[in-house]
T-cell receptor, first 113, second 110 residues
Framework: NAGVTQTPKFQVLKTGQSMTLQCAQD?????MSWYRQDPGMGLRLIHY???????DQGEVPNGYNVSRSTTEDFPLRLLSAAPSQTSVYFC????????????FGPGTRLTVL | EDQVTQSPEALRLQEGESSSLNCSYT??????LFWYRQDPGKGPEFLFT???AGEEKEKERLKATLTKKESFLHITAPKPEDSATYLC???????????FGAGTTVTVRA
């Protein structure tokens, strides 16, 4: 199993550009989530999904969109990038019955100029 | 709103010098408290889940304990490879979401 994969690993955008961060898992997990990590602030939840076709907002959803058309994939879209979105983004997945084992991807480091 | 506070922010240890990290929390009914390890440039790696006050779990030189208001991660006789950021998170009883603390960065010198 590859676990949770994320692409790209690094990305530089200009203000106003849009892009999609990819996340995929091969563990048949129903629960998937997106976090951002900023220095001194820990991981903050952006959006999450408890299954295909079901998504909900987390703590910091503004400026981001998600969709969940399959169990495996959970892309995160930045609609119009802003410097405040410069961060490291992590995707995670787990089985709803065993959410104690939440597996994280390797992260995407995004810089918005 | 769930809150998680970790202390200290940073901890520098000599190899073999045991110490403890603190995670204090407020949550509306605790479903679980989680400890993760994060190495630079990588995603968090799961270590432990604790479910009720008085519970303890161990893995190699790490031991996690839980009370009704806080959790401790004890590092016994640490080695340089224990250097990492340790994250604490809580999950409320009616939710799947995790709320994370800011982490404690541990540096172990040989």
């Amino acid at each position: 199993n590859a676990g949770v994969t994320q692409t790209p690993k690094f990305q530089v955008l200009k203000t106003g550009q849009s892009m999609t961060l990819q996340c995929a898992q091969d563990m048949n997990h129903e629960y998937m989530s997106w976090y951002r990590q900023d220095p001194g602030m820990g991981l903050r939840l952006i959006h999450y999904s408890v299954g295909a076709g079901i998504t909900d907002q987390g703590e910091v959803p503004n400026g981001y969109n998600v969709s969940r058309s399959t169990t495996e994939d959970f892309p995160l879209r930045l609609l119009s990038a802003a410097p405040s979105q410069t961060s490291v983004y992590f995707c995670a997945s787990s089985s709803p019955r065993y959410t104690d084992t939440q597996y994280f991807g390797p992260g995407t480091r995004l810089t918005v100029l | 709103e769930d809150q998680v506070t970790q202390s200290p922010e940073a901890l520098r240890l000599q190899e073999g010098e045991s110490s403890s990290l603190n995670c204090s929390y407020t949550v509306s009914g605790l479903r679980g408290l989680f400890w993760y390890r994060q190495d630079p440039g990588k995603g968090p790696e799961f270590l432990f889940t604790l479910y009720s006050a008085g519970e303890e779990k161990e893995k190699e030189r790490l031991k996690a304990t839980l009370t009704k208001k806080e959790s401790f991660l004890h590092i016994t006789a640490p080695k340089p490879e224990d250097s990492a950021t340790y994250l604490c998170a809580v999950q409320a009883s009616d939710d799947y979401k995790l709320s994370f603390g800011a982490g404690t960065t541990v540096t172990v010198r040989a």
